[in-house]
């Protein structure tokens, strides 16, 4: 019999070998073992994980985040609400996941999400902020430069920066998204 820890770690190996879900791994892992197969044997049953996880996984690598249905919604922020510290109280938790957008969240006895309210309105600050012709013109600029270096698409985690109203070359998406604007600090006249 192996350890929690180890069929986790083979269960997170096996995700990202096969750019999935833990869920969908988790399921495939299972279905395998029920043909007899040792989890710690994997690596040697790949195509027969491979076969599986279409079968028993609801994973579509198209679905953007921003298309997901309400299911799926209420699974991504179930599995936020499992990653934080297990010893904080539900208060802390559902604190934490306001600063991510998310009110309103019910548990269920057992301690699982039941609904939530997302406290963002997408169309509304497209409308705002993404639709002005030279927001149109900066994103545009910024996709050919992408294009031009052959990297648009790939999904590499790297964006084209601006920096002095110049393209100043690739930088990792995380940082190039998480710049402190102007129009994002504290006081700014942003409408």
Do not use: C
């Not at 986790?8 to 279905?31: E, S």
């Not at 994103?139 to 100043?168: C, F, M, P, Q, W």
């Amino acid at each position: 019999m192996i350890s929690f820890k180890k069929y986790t770690d083979i269960v997170n190996t096996i995700a990202k070998k096969l750019k999935t879900t833990k869920d969908a791994a988790i399921n495939a892992l299972i279905k395998v073992q029920q043909k007899g197969i040792d989890p710690l044997k994997w690596q040697k049953n790949l195509t027969m994980l491979k076969t599986f996880l279409p079968i028993v996984a609801d994973y579509d690598p198209t679905i953007d985040e921003r298309q997901m249905t309400d299911k799926q919604a209420l699974v991504q922020i179930q599995h936020y609400w499992d990653d934080l510290d297990h010893m904080a109280s539900d208060d802390t938790k559902k604190k934490s996941l306001q600063r991510l957008g998310y009110k309103n969240i019910k548990l269920d006895s057992r301690g699982k999400i039941t609904s939530f309210d997302e406290d963002r309105d997408y169309k509304d600050e497209y409308k705002k902020f993404q639709s002005s012709t030279k927001s149109k013109k900066y994103r545009a600029e910024l996709n050919k430069y992408n294009r031009e270096k052959g990297t648009y698409g790939n999904r590499d985690g790297k964006d084209a920066s601006h920096k002095g109203g110049k393209i100043v070359g690739m930088e990792d998406e995380n940082i190039n998204r998480g710049r402190a604007e102007k129009s994002r600090l504290v006081g700014s006249k942003r409408k």
